[in-house]
């Protein structure tokens, strides 16, 4: 008969029997560690990442804050000289600054619509004196218009316009604004604004021109869409599509298009990014 040994008794302060749980993280550590492999991501790991993004969206806040006490603070013919940068109607700019103190961001964007919304024809065609035809290059000096196009008439009577290059053929226009100067805060804004159409072929350049001449024709007054974030193809599409609208129509679209910009600008003033 074969006697088995027995198996010693298990002393106090032995380790615990070993659980099922236990052998999973044993096995994973065991597994060999392949150079590159990025640390297994625990809990704790988001909270860094959360808190940054609270700490990202105080500092948003408070930079805001100290914009628009700086705004609220400013003399009315300053603040007027601000807001006309932003927009040449004078209405608007002396109905916004005239509604400070601002409580909020916010408060000022609702009185900007309320601005907006209450500007006769006549106040909208004085905005429109501030904004450039899409696709113009702004920032001309004064007089440089007359003589560029004295300059392509005699180009154009002795045949020396058509022998230049196809590029130098297309010349952007520039169109002269009572009250308006090389770098003004009008042309930084329709620079930015503009960025879309910078980038466009000569062929969709040409079509922008020769839209906005027949839309001019149409209306009696300039194109104006918010551009920020289109492309030329886009605004070339919406100033055909436009082109339908009756003038009664189109006036509610163009006071329509000034709220959009008037909000991007202004906010833009108050949070102190131009």
Known sequence: MTIRPQRPARADGDAAARTDGDAAPRIEDAAPRIDGDAEPRTQGDAAPRIEDAAEARADGEAEARVGLNRFNARPVEAACQALLACCSSSRWAAQVAAA??????????RRCDEAVAG??????????????????????????????????????????????????????????????????GTDRWSRQEQAGVSGADLATRQELAAANAAYERRFGHLYLVCATGKSAAELLGL?????????????????????????????ALIEGAV
């Open 100 to 109: 400070r103190p601002y409580a909020s961001v916010d408060a000022a964007l």
């Open 119 to 184: 500007l006769a024809n006549s106040d909208l065609a004085e905005a429109l004196s501030g904004h450039p035809r899409i696709g113009e290059v702004t920032g001309a000096r004064p007089g440089q218009q007359t003589r560029d196009q004295t300059r392509d008439q005699t180009r154009d009577q002795t045949g020396e316009r058509t022998r230049r290059p196809p590029g130098e053929q297309v010349r952007e226009q520039v169109r002269e604004r009572p009250g308006e100067r090389p770098g003004s």
């Open 239 to 267: 100033l055909h599509a436009r082109l339908a609208n009756d003038p009664a129509a189109e006036w509610r679209v163009v006071r329509a298009e000034l709220g959009k910009i008037n909000r991007i600008r202004l906010r």
